[in-house]
C-alpha cells in the first residue's frame, strides 16, 4: 500500500477508536505509519481525510444491506428482509454507527465535511430506493431519491439514533414492519381503501 491507502486505513482505525472530534492529525500519522505531510499531500487536509475514510466505512457496512434480501421489491416482507440486514450492523461489537451520529452532530463545525457527507448522503438515499425496490441504482429518478430515498434515510437515521442511544429497546425489523403495517392500515381506512 501506498501512503494515499495508509492515511485512508489508519484514519479509518482512528475514527473508531478516537471518533471524529477527538482524533488529530499525529493519531492518524501514528495509525497509519506515514507522515504529517502525506495528509496535505494526498488529500488536502485531515478532515477531508476524515471524512472521505468515513465514507469508505458507510460503503463498505453499506454492503452487508445487500444481504440475503428476500421478498418481492416493495414487499412488507422485503422491508422486514432489508430492515433485518441494516439492524444486524447495528448489533455488531465496534459499530460505526455511534461514529455517525457524532458526525450528523458537528453539522456546521465542520462544513467541508458536511458537504462531502451531505452528497454521499444523497447517494445512500438512492441506494437504499434500489435496495428496497430491486431497481438499479444508475435507472432511479431524482424526484424518487427525494421522495422515497429521503424517507429511508430519515428512518436510518432515526434507527441509528435508537441503536445508540438505547439498544434494548431499540426496534428491530419486526418492529419497524409492523408499524409500517399499521401506518398501510390507517392510510387505507381514512381513503375507505382495503389494505
Not at 17 to 43: P, Q
Not at 58 to 80: H, I, M, W
Amino acid at each position: 500500500m501506498g501512503h494515499r491507502e495508509d492515511l485512508l486505513e489508519g484514519a479509518k482505525r482512528c475514527l473508531l477508536a478516537k471518533g471524529f472530534v477527538r482524533t488529530t492529525a499525529r493519531d492518524i500519522v501514528k495509525e497509519s505509519g506515514t507522515n504529517l505531510a502525506s495528509i496535505g499531500y494526498h488529500y488536502g487536509s485531515k478532515d477531508a481525510l476524515l471524512a472521505q475514510a468515513y465514507v469508505a466505512m458507510v460503503e463498505n457496512v453499506s454492503e452487508a444491506f445487500d444481504g440475503e434480501v428476500r421478498g418481492e421489491p416493495g414487499s412488507l416482507e422485503r422491508f422486514t428482509s432489508v430492515w433485518s440486514n441494516i439492524v444486524a450492523t447495528m448489533r455488531e461489537p465496534g459499530s460505526m454507527w455511534r461514529l455517525s451520529l457524532e458526525v450528523v452532530a458537528l453539522g456546521d463545525q465542520v462544513p467541508e465535511v458536511r458537504d462531502h457527507l451531505a452528497r454521499a448522503q444523497r447517494e445512500g438515499s438512492r441506494g437504499f430506493v434500489a435496495l428496497f425496490t430491486g431497481a438499479p441504482e444508475d435507472e432511479v429518478p431524482e424526484e424518487v431519491v427525494d421522495t422515497l430515498g429521503t424517507f429511508y434515510t430519515t428512518l436510518m437515521m432515526g434507527l441509528m439514533a435508537q441503536w445508540t442511544f438505547d439498544p434494548k429497546s431499540a426496534p428491530d425489523a419486526g418492529r419497524l414492519t409492523d408499524g409500517l403495517r399499521q401506518v398501510i392500515e390507517g392510510a387505507a381506512a381514512a381513503t375507505g381503501d382495503a389494505p
